[in-house]
Each structure stands twice: as C-alpha cells, then as structure tokens.
C-alpha cells in the first residue's frame, strides 16, 4: 500500500503541473529500497520518466565534496582548523564587503579571521551566493562579470569567516582543497574513494554518453506558468565540488544509505560519518532569501524547526511531526532535487525534478507529500 500510496502522489504532483517528470528513490529501515518516476523527461521529451533517468543534482554535490574532505582529515592529510589559504593561495587574504558608499561603489576590506576548511563545511565562510545575497548581487553587477567569474581569483565575502551563516561557494572551496591535498582532479578522488566504492555507477561530474542518453530535460517557466525547456546550465571544473554532478535518484541513495549506516559502508570513516552527522555549531542554518527569483525563490525548510548545519548537511534539531525525526540530515540541488536521511529512524528519500527556480512550492509541496508517504508506511 506505501509504494501505491507513493506513486499515486508523484502521478498528481506531476498531473497539478509540479513538473513535466519526477523520479524518487526511498531507503527504509527493514534494508528494502523502492524507486518510483511519473510523467516524462521533459517539456519537449515525451519518453516515460525513468527511475534510473539521470540529473543534474546541482548542489546534492556538496554532501558528496564534503565527505571527500572528510576522508582526508581522518587519514590526516587536512586540518579541520588550519588556514587554507596555505594550500590556496587566492584565499589567503579575502576581502569583505563592508556597504557601499554614497556614490554607489562597494567599500571593502580585509578579512580579520582566516577561511578554515571547518568554515568553508559549514557555510560560516563568508563565501555567500549572490542569488541569495542582495549586496553581493549589487557589488558583482557594480564591478562588472559575475560571482562564479570573479570567486576562484579574488573572493569577496559577505562577512568575517566564522561570523554568520550564509549558503555559498565555500563547497567549490572545498573540491579545490581536495584537489590539492590529494593531487588528483575532484572527478577522480570521489571516484576512486565514494562512488566507486559504493556502485554508484550513475554518478559523475562529466556525463558519459550512456547517462545523457537518460538524462531529464531541464526547464524553467513561462510567465504563464508552463514548462519551457531551457539548456542546463554550463559546469567548470572549477566549481565541480559545489554542484557538479549528475546522477539518479538510486544511486544517490547508495550514498545516502552509508550516512546511515553504522559502519559508513566501508566507505565514511567514524570520524566523517560524526563530523557529517553531528551539528558543528548552534548558528541557525539553512534558511534562504532571494536575491536573484528566476533562479530561486525564497527556502525555508522545516519552518518553526530549529536547524543547525554538520560539516555536510542542514540537521533539524527537533522532530518533526509525521516527517524526519530529530538528528535527521538534509538538503537540495538548485534544479528541484531534495532529500532527507534520517539516522534515527533508519529512513532516507530523494525526489528529483529539473527546472528553475529552486524552491519551487509546487515541488516543495509534493516532497513533503512524498516524505509523509514514507513515514506514513
């Protein structure tokens, strides 16, 4: 009855117009998996959705980067505490946008706390997103270019690392670090120390032929409301950690099965699979607002939840009710990709659609659907 349940709330979500197509993968407790799809690829596709169809998980990527890093604290080649800029030149001395002055131009300064691997995990970088941050928005279109144009040779942050929370860039940072710690290309380490190990055969930062070949159209609305097919957007290497990856709402399960499990699946560490499920400070985490709304609307998980950030993912702090309990990890991709993995109850899910803007309440609303289904079982 729970997996009928389940497919009939995607074949609505997908019938009220929450997105041309859906895949969804569920872990349960018992060690039993369920993958699910409704409607088709795309706008302009009409090939039946595929559980196995691939997509664009945007920033899913950064659990991903993040326990890549964390391998390699345990091993003792990185440093939780020390100053990247030791290893990465361009982010020894960062400025901080302090306002701007009467005639417009941005007034910036020094950094006065160095960029940590531990601050570049935790989003209390500095490094914010200009879709979600209106002053850098405003400095990036007063110097011209953009965010991911300006960020790898001279970062600007929004404030003093260590000081706030802010979703950003710091991930992107991070697949720099490992690349320099490790001396191999991001694509290669995940492959040879995640993935790999974990058959997750469908995950990977340069899409072979074979998964574009299954790959969801991506989208974005007419001011109508409808579904215009529109080209994903460009990824560089550069920004790999962040948001590079491509992959199946079942192979991203694989990896969500070993947060869960006890032994990290011979994959995660004790030690990364605590650093990635524990809250790393009590700065309230994951709430977004707007900068840029075509690309995303505002995010508030789990209103009226207090939630912290791990050094991977957003944790609520609270159960809550007919959903994820206390403890429970989380996050999403920018294309409509979210999901959940809930240590304490053994449960974890994926729903995947690939259309902008993120947070979509269309899709919000059909994945805490889809995570009550599960709970409900």
């Not at 920033?59 to 980067?65: D, G, H, P, R």
């Not at 690349?179 to 380490?189: K, T, V, W």
């Not at 974005?220 to 948001?243: E, K, N, Q, V």
């Not at 959903?323 to 449960?347: E, I, Q």
Request: glycine share 12%; proline share 8%; hydrophobic share 45%.
């Amino acid at each position: 009855m729970g997996s009928q349940t389940i497919q009939a709330l995607l074949d609505d979500a997908v019938a009220r117009g929450a997105a041309p197509g859906l895949t969804a993968a569920v872990a349960r407790a018992d060690g039993t998996d369920s993958y699910f799809a409704a409607g088709v690829r795309g706008a302009a596709d009409p090939t039946p959705m595929s559980p196995d169809d691939t997509f664009w998980i945007a920033s899913c990527t950064k659990a991903i980067t993040s326990a890549a890093a964390l391998q390699l604290v345990e091993r003792g080649v990185l440093e939780l505490d020390a100053p990247v800029g030791e290893r990465l030149p361009n982010l020894a001395a960062p400025q901080v946008l302090e306002g701007f002055g009467p005639d417009g131009a941005p007034r910036l300064r020094p950094a006065r706390t160095p960029l940590t691997l531990r601050r570049l995990l935790t989003h209390t970088s500095g490094l914010a997103y200009d879709f979600f941050h209106a002053d850098l928005a405003r400095y990036y279109a007063h110097v011209g270019g953009s965010l991911m144009e300006s960020a790898p040779g001279a970062p600007v942050l929004a404030f003093d690392p260590g000081a706030g929370w802010q979703y950003g860039i710091g991930i992107d940072a991070v697949g720099w670090l490992v690349e320099q710690a490790s001396g191999q290309g991001l694509d290669a380490y995940v492959a040879e120390h995640i993935t790999g190990p974990l058959g997750m055969s469908d995950t990977a930062f340069v899409a072979t032929p074979q998964l574009e070949a299954r790959a969801a159209g991506m989208h974005h609305h007419a001011p109508d409301g409808a579904f215009i097919p529109a080209p994903h957007l460009p990824s560089s290497p550069i920004y790999y950690g962040g948001g590079g990856l491509r992959s199946t709402a079942p192979d991203y399960l694989k990896f969500l099965r070993a947060v869960l499990a006890g032994d990290g699946a011979g994959v995660l560490g004790p030690r990364t699979l605590a650093w990635l499920r524990e809250a790393d400070s009590a700065i309230p985490a994951g709430d977004l607002s707007t900068a840029m709304a075509p690309i995303s609307l505002d995010f508030r998980p789990m209103p009226g939840t207090p939630k912290t950030w791990t050094l991977g993912f957003l944790r609520n702090e609270a159960d809550v009710p007919g959903m994820r309990r206390a403890g429970s990890l989380a996050w999403g991709g920018l294309a409509n990709c979210y999901y959940w993995a809930d240590p304490a109850s053994g449960v974890a899910g994926m729903l995947c659609g690939q259309f902008l803007p993120f947070a979509d309440p269309g899709m919000l609303a059909a994945f805490e659907a889809f995570e009550r289904a599960v709970y409900a079982e």
